[in-house]
């Protein structure tokens, strides 16, 4: 099953890394203040991250695009305040003309922005790189983006499989190399090598292929740099890769650091080579209350040996734990209800 293809509704990687994405820029609040950025994402048809970037952080200037007319449609009957914008634009359209997509949705030329560009098919990525190095070279200081591609190997070029296992031959990682280059070109960083194409290895590949569009974007000579904050690599369905960062002058990186207290922060990336994992099992009411209670004090092989049992899913509980503990506050509570 795809990632695009599971109810947006359940998809638990995807809800705990929006609510790391909150948290994220509510540090950056200590820096900066939002109040009058506009969002912009491809918000999907429930509109779940403009309806969260209002009810956290109070913003009010929200723009979705998407191409499907259809989507559109229903976005906007979805919309969760009357100042939210809903628009048919490709993604490149709208990074080659934001500033008239803003004037379009009477919102101020002064107003910074936070894109979220949330790309799924694996086979564009050489374009969504572009478009992404594209964006950059439109914003300014204090501007944040938000970055996800699809990171599963298998879109490459799928494993051979036996028994449910995966099995990564000679001739499977070389064709995803092959089919890598030719997709990315230039991005790609030049350490990578046929044995890197592997779920652990390729987000680590494509984090470092999105420093190299932001580098083309700001060089070494230019006052002005795009920092890396948080990168995550998460799986419902399939493995994707989130990049968070924002535009600043390189002579306030310190006090942005200092302000914000990043380095304290459990999912902060300080390079383009810090991957963050995020493993979000189902779980029980009863094992979340248990869990919850014992992770933050007890070590994981003590909850491992009280709870009876060595696996969640296909994770094994030691490195379950061990990952939810950093972010154990922001698991999706999901419950049946009828309206």
Sequence with gaps: MSGSSIPYHIRQHKAVDRRLFLDLLARLERWQSL????????????LEDHKQVFRHLGLTKLISFDLDPTIVARQRFNIPVNSCRCIERASADLVDNLEAVLEECEIEGSSKVIVWLDYTAPKEIGTQLREFEALLNNLGEGDI???????????LF???RDNGENILTEKVIAKRLERLTERIGDYLPSWVEAQHMTEQDLPQALSEAVGKAAL?????????????????????????????????????????????????????????????LLLVPALTPRERLFFE????TDTPASIAAEIGFSQIDETEVGTFLENYR??????????????
């Design 216 to 276: 083309n974007a700001f060089p070494a000579s230019d006052p002005k740099t795009f920092t890396p904050l948080s990168i995550v690599r998460y799986a419902d369905g399939q493995q994707m890769l989130t990049v968070t960062g924002v535009v600043h002058q390189k002579a306030e990186a310190d006090a942005l650091l200092a302000a914000t207290e990043f380095s304290d922060w459990p999912f902060y990336s300080g390079s383009w080579s810090e991957v963050n």
């Design 35 to 46: 109040k009058d950025y506009a969002y912009i994402s491809m918000g999907a048809y429930p």
């Design 145 to 155: 983006v938000r970055l996800t591609l699809n990171a599963n190997p298998d879109s």
């Design 293 to 296: 209670r014992a992770v933050l």
């Design 158 to 160: 799928p494993a051979k």
């Design 326 to 339: 950093k972010y154990c506050r922001f698991y999706p509570t999901l419950l049946t209800a009828e309206l």
